[in-house]
């Protein structure tokens, strides 16, 4: 039977640190599910699902402790189980843009909470303008709306949200 777990792993970028730890997941048997990895300021960090039996899961346990040992990674393993999916509930993508300014997310996050919205995925990036060098902020989400909420009105609602924080947004149906 299979299992489930999720490998969360930070340390300092460099050339190699994918192989390393894919190498060590691959030689105990784990396959990679699903899988997140980025560089963020001179660290590079991954979040990892990974199916396997429980042998497997064990010799992963012994093979990461032996990996953060030799390497500059921080390593943190957790069970789960799969995600059941959400009954009533519409896929909806949320993609934002503004002058950076502090309290962006958590205001994002606060507006989707209060209408409990379940925010599934978020990516926020920050970059200079293109031709005023301005420091801009922008973040993509994918939020699961319940189907009781009036989307028309939820709309207005965020739109709203987004006029007074200055924000530049849409929020759409995920198209399959």
């Not at 105990?28 to 599910?33: A, K, L, M, R, T």
């Not at 059941?84 to 909806?92: C, I």
């Not at 965020?158 to 924080?165: I, M, S, T």
Request: charged share 20%; glycine share 6%.
């Amino acid at each position: 039977m299979s299992q489930l777990i999720v490998i969360s792993a930070v340390g300092t970028d460099r050339t190699g640190v994918v192989q390393d730890l894919t190498k060590v997941i691959m030689s105990c048997g784990g396959n990679i599910e699903e899988s997140r990895m980025t560089t963020l300021g001179s660290e590079f960090a991954m979040l990892l699902l990974v199916s396997g039996n429980w042998h497997t899961l064990s010799r992963l346990q012994q093979g990461l402790d032996k990996l953060c040992e030799k390497s500059e990674l921080t390593i943190g393993i957790r069970k789960t189980d799969a995600k059941q999916p959400e009954q009533n509930r519409m896929p909806y993508a949320v993609d934002v843009v503004a002058l950076d300014q502090q309290g962006i997310v958590f205001n994002l996050a606060n507006f989707f909470a209060s209408r409990d919205i379940e925010i599934a995925d978020v990516a926020t990036r920050s970059y200079a303008a293109a031709h005023t060098g301005a420091p801009m902020f922008a973040v993509q989400m994918a939020v699961n709306v319940p189907s009781s909420v009036h989307v028309s009105q939820l709309r207005d609602e965020f739109l709203e949200l987004c006029d007074r924080l200055n924000l530049d947004a849409i929020i759409e149906p995920v198209k399959s």
